[in-house]
């Protein structure tokens, strides 16, 4: 057997172990360690595992891993979702579908200080759900629109996925976090839209509400100005260079708690919680790195990427025709895998065939501009049956929503976002733009 072979036995393999529910850091883990073996030797293998955790986890770019977690958690706890909501609904609560539209825009708001898919989606569905409800919203709108406005947590800065990226394939954090906010900003749009259609070709979908006056608007925002300032200090402060992506982490973790204590309900106790929780999240993910890396170094060692360079480039194929083909792997994957495991799972093999192809765009440009559109589709994953995390976590919050109902409600946001990965790989310049400007 070649190792290239290898290398595709060992991905099937993988496919298989989590097939069967084994956690993604064991079977990248096991898969690669066996691999490795087989292609330098035990001693090698050992060799790496007595230097590599120490070397990868001490850099300083991963302790933003955490610090964001946490910031993530004490802004779930200090009640701010509930504030947004209503600000947003004072804006656009009186047009139709202005519920879902208002859940939208406060997801995008709460994702710019949480950085995490499955806690915007769930904070916002407790709040937003039960107004939509009383309102009496089709149950596929409002599962639809919160499941969608969700994705919006790992797009808009700072996120999760978007970090890991950059640590795995060496890219500016702080570069990477500007140029997701243009298509961040641009799928609230287009949800925004897609709701607007949506309640105009079944009117009885998304009544109207309740239109608040000038004075309950501006009212409704101020009680918000804190919100905003953290979200100021925190991205402003490291797209105008006053502080690292880290350092910019613990200052937004500060201010973040200061809220949680004086304008939430958090106690010690519950500050003790989100300290636990952000050390599980953390080991979780740092478990998993540690596997990718060791499945990413036997996949090198099996010139598999190298192969695929010259597979692609005497195939014929264009760039951008290699480059649609990798997207709609993703969405693929999408109905299988969770958003982290599949960045995990395609950049040791994705990544260096993008760097070797010509988009007529300088290397870091290709990379931040191919970051952005594999989080942009990842992010679709969490919405895609049969998986759909989101969708799975606001069902929970209304057992009466049929599943197939949710599933449907989803669809017009999906259509969306084949409009959007469209625009941003037609047009890369939507991605670039405010890299250059700030650069």
Same mark, same amino acid.
């Given at each position: 057997?070649?190792? !290239?072979?290898?290398?595709? +036995?060992?991905?099937?393999?993988?496919?298989?172990?989590? *097939?069967?529910?084994?956690?993604?850091?064991?079977?990248?883990? *096991?898969?690669?360690?066996?691999?490795?073996?087989?292609?330098?030797?035990?001693?090698?293998?050992?060799?790496?595992?007595?230097?590599?955790?120490?070397?990868?986890?001490? &850099?300083?770019?991963?302790?933003?891993?955490?610090?964001f977690l946490l910031m993530g958690e004490l802004a779930t706890r200090a009640g701010i979702t509930a504030e947004l909501f209503r600000t947003c609904n004072k804006w656009v609560g009186h047009m139709? =579908?202005?519920?879902?539209?208002?859940?939208?825009?406060?997801?995008?708001?709460?994702?710019? @200080?949480?950085?995490?898919?499955?806690?915007?989606?769930?904070?916002?569905?407790?709040?937003?759900?039960?107004?939509? #409800?009383?309102?009496?919203?089709? *149950?596929?709108?409002?599962?639809?629109?919160?499941?969608?406005?969700?994705?919006?947590? !790992?797009?808009? /800065?700072?996120?999760?996925?978007? !970090?890991?990226?950059?640590? +795995?394939?060496?890219?500016?954090?702080?570069?990477?976090?500007?140029?997701?906010?243009?298509?961040?900003?641009?799928?609230?749009? $287009?949800?925004?839209?897609?709701?607007?259609?949506?309640?105009?070709?079944?009117?009885?979908? $998304?009544? #109207?509400?309740?239109?608040?006056?000038?004075?309950? #608007?501006?009212?409704?925002?101020?009680?918000?100005?804190?919100?905003?300032?953290?979200?100021?200090?925190?991205?402003?402060?490291?797209?105008? =260079?006053?502080? &690292?992506?880290?350092?910019?982490?613990?200052?937004?973790?500060?201010?973040?708690?200061?809220?949680?204590?004086?304008? $939430?309900?958090?106690?010690?106790?519950?500050?003790?919680?989100?300290? !636990?929780?952000?050390?599980?999240? &953390?080991?979780?993910?740092?478990?998993?790195?540690?596997?990718?890396?060791?499945?990413?170094?036997?996949?090198?060692?099996?010139?598999? /990427?190298?192969?695929?360079?010259?597979? @692609?480039?005497?195939?014929?194929?264009?760039?951008?025709?290699?480059?649609?083909?990798?997207?709609? &792997?993703?969405?693929?994957?999408?109905?299988?895998l969770d958003s982290l495991a599949m960045i995990l799972l395609t950049i040791p093999i994705y990544f260096p065939i993008i760097m070797a192809m010509d988009f007529g765009l300088p290397p870091e440009?290709?990379?931040?501009?191919?970051?952005?559109?594999?989080?942009?589709?990842?992010?679709?994953?969490?919405?895609?049956?049969?998986? *759909?995390?989101?969708?799975?976590?606001?069902?929970?919050?209304?057992?009466?929503?049929?599943?197939?109902?949710?599933?449907?409600?989803?669809?017009?946001?999906?259509?969306?976002?084949?409009? #959007?990965?469209?625009?941003?790989?037609?047009?890369?310049?939507?991605?670039?733009?405010?890299?250059?400007?700030?650069?």
């Amino acid at each position: 057997m070649s190792d !290239i072979e290898l290398a595709f +036995l060992m991905m099937g393999a993988l496919l298989v172990l989590m *097939g069967f529910r084994i956690p993604i850091a064991l079977s990248m883990l *096991g898969c690669g360690a066996f691999g490795y073996t087989l292609l330098a030797g035990a001693p090698a293998l050992l060799e790496y595992l007595g230097t590599a955790p120490v070397s990868k986890f001490s &850099t300083y770019d991963l302790s933003v891993v955490p610090l964001f977690l946490l910031m993530g958690e004490l802004a779930t706890r200090a009640g701010i979702t509930a504030e947004l909501f209503r600000t947003c609904n004072k804006w656009v609560g009186h047009m139709k =579908g202005g519920l879902a539209m208002a859940a939208v825009a406060g997801c995008a708001a709460f994702g710019a @200080i949480c950085g995490s898919s499955l806690a915007t989606a769930s904070t916002m569905g407790k709040v937003a759900l039960p107004e939509m #409800r009383r309102l009496n919203y089709a *149950g596929g709108l409002s599962a639809g629109s919160l499941a969608a406005g969700g994705t919006l947590g !790992i797009l808009i /800065p700072p996120s999760m996925v978007l !970090i890991i990226f950059a640590v +795995l394939t060496e890219q500016n954090i702080s570069k990477m976090f500007i140029a997701a906010f243009a298509p961040g900003f641009l799928a609230a749009f $287009g949800y925004m839209l897609a709701i607007a259609i949506y309640v105009r070709i079944w009117p009885g979908s $998304g009544p #109207r509400g309740e239109q608040a006056t000038w004075g309950e #608007r501006i009212r409704a925002t101020k009680d918000v100005w804190h919100i905003s300032l953290i979200f100021l200090i925190v991205l402003g402060g490291i797209y105008l =260079g006053f502080f &690292t992506p880290t350092e910019a982490a613990s200052v937004g973790v500060f201010l973040t708690a200061v809220l949680a204590f004086t304008h $939430g309900k958090m106690g010690m106790a519950d500050f003790k919680e989100s300290l !636990i929780r952000t050390a599980v999240s &953390t080991a979780m993910i740092f478990f998993i790195v540690f596997g990718a890396d060791l499945f990413s170094v036997f996949i090198a060692l099996s010139q598999l /990427p190298s192969a695929g360079v010259d597979l @692609i480039e005497n195939s014929g194929l264009s760039p951008y025709m290699v480059l649609i083909l990798m997207l709609l &792997t993703y969405l693929l994957l999408g109905c299988f895998l969770d958003s982290l495991a599949m960045i995990l799972l395609t950049i040791p093999i994705y990544f260096p065939i993008i760097m070797a192809m010509d988009f007529g765009l300088p290397p870091e440009d290709a990379g931040i501009w191919f970051g952005i559109l594999a989080l942009v589709v990842v992010e679709v994953g969490l919405i895609t049956p049969p998986v *759909g995390m989101n969708v799975f976590i606001i069902k929970s919050f209304d057992p009466s929503l049929a599943l197939k109902d949710c599933f449907k409600g989803v669809v017009p946001f999906l259509l969306s976002d084949v409009v #959007r990965v469209g625009l941003l790989v037609a047009f890369p310049s939507i991605t670039l733009a405010l890299v250059h400007l700030l650069d």
